[in-house]
């Protein structure tokens, strides 16, 4: 069974940077994606970006693509989401996740980190 915790967020203003890490433990496999989901108050969780965690091959969602970049790395088996040019949209909670047979999707993805939270001042 895979673990996830997550580190990260904050508070910063509108055009500034974080990042957000997630560290795994437990048995992965080579089916294995990693994704960073995220909710805003009154909204579904949505996808924001997913790692293939043998071949390293990232996925984005539009309003992220560009700004926000996920990455791995494997000698402390911890992902990342850098996060630039924030925007008080991208406000929420952003929550890791594993998804054991590479499909990124809430249905799909079975193990989640705590959530931490983001918070974009304009």
């Known amino acids: 069974q895979v673990q996830l915790r997550e580190s990260g967020g904050g508070l910063v203003q509108a055009g500034g940077s974080l990042r957000l890490s997630c560290a795994v433990s437990?048995?992965?496999?080579?089916?294995?994606?990693m994704a960073w989901f995220r909710q805003a108050p009154d909204n579904e969780r949505k996808f924001v970006a997913g790692i293939r965690w043998s071949e390293g091959q990232t996925y984005y969602a539009d309003s992220v693509r560009g700004r926000f970049t996920v990455s791995r790395e494997s000698a402390n088996d911890t992902f990342y989401l850098q996060m630039n040019s924030l925007k008080p949209e991208d406000a929420a909670v952003y929550y890791c996740?594993?998804?054991?047979?590479?499909?990124?999707?809430?249905?799909?993805?079975?193990?989640w980190g705590q959530g931490t939270r983001v918070t974009v001042s304009s």
């Open positions: 996740a594993a998804c054991p047979r590479g499909i990124i999707s809430n249905s799909f993805c079975d193990t």
């Open positions: 437990g048995r992965t496999t080579s089916n294995h994606a």
